[in-house]
Nanobody, 123 residues
Framework: VQLQASGGGSVQTGGSLRLSCQAS????????MGWLRQAPGKEREFVAV???????DYADSVKGRFTISADSAKSMVYLQMNNLNPEDTAVYYC??????????????????WGQGTQVTVSS
């Protein structure tokens, strides 16, 4: 499994960004696709996850502001981030897991990771 994330950048509070992740072909058949992030001085944390059937889940801190989606035909997964605030500043990672759905928020269960893309939100 190979993952390539892109789309990070710098925005002001209230702005929007869209992250994209290109997965190697066939990844979606066996893996759930997630976005996770790591802020400076903090541990990596779960942000959102998608699985086939367009089932999704979000961390409470981003619910209602972020939307994860995927295009299976293109092996692409996206994270639309709206109403960003400085607490969203982090390196964002696209990752894949085949863990049970009940452990979808467990960072250590993600098996494959992209290289990360920086998101910076200024006040």
């Amino acid at each position: 499994v190979q993952l390539q994330a892109s789309g990070g950048g710098s925005v002001q509070t209230g702005g929007s960004l869209r992250l994209s992740c290109q997965a190697s072909s066939g990844t979606f058949r066996n893996y759930r696709m997630g976005w996770l992030r790591q802020a400076p001085g903090k541990e990596r944390e779960f942000v959102a996850v998608w699985r086939s059937g367009h089932i999704t889940d979000y961390a409470d801190s981003v619910k209602g502001r972020f939307t994860i989606s995927a295009d299976s035909a293109k092996s692409m997964v996206y994270l639309q981030m709206n109403n960003l605030n400085p607490e969203d500043t982090a390196v964002y990672y696209c990752a894949a897991t085949n863990t049970i759905w009940g452990r979808r928020r467990v960072v250590e269960d993600y098996d494959y990771w992209g290289q990360g893309t920086q998101v910076t939100v200024s006040s």
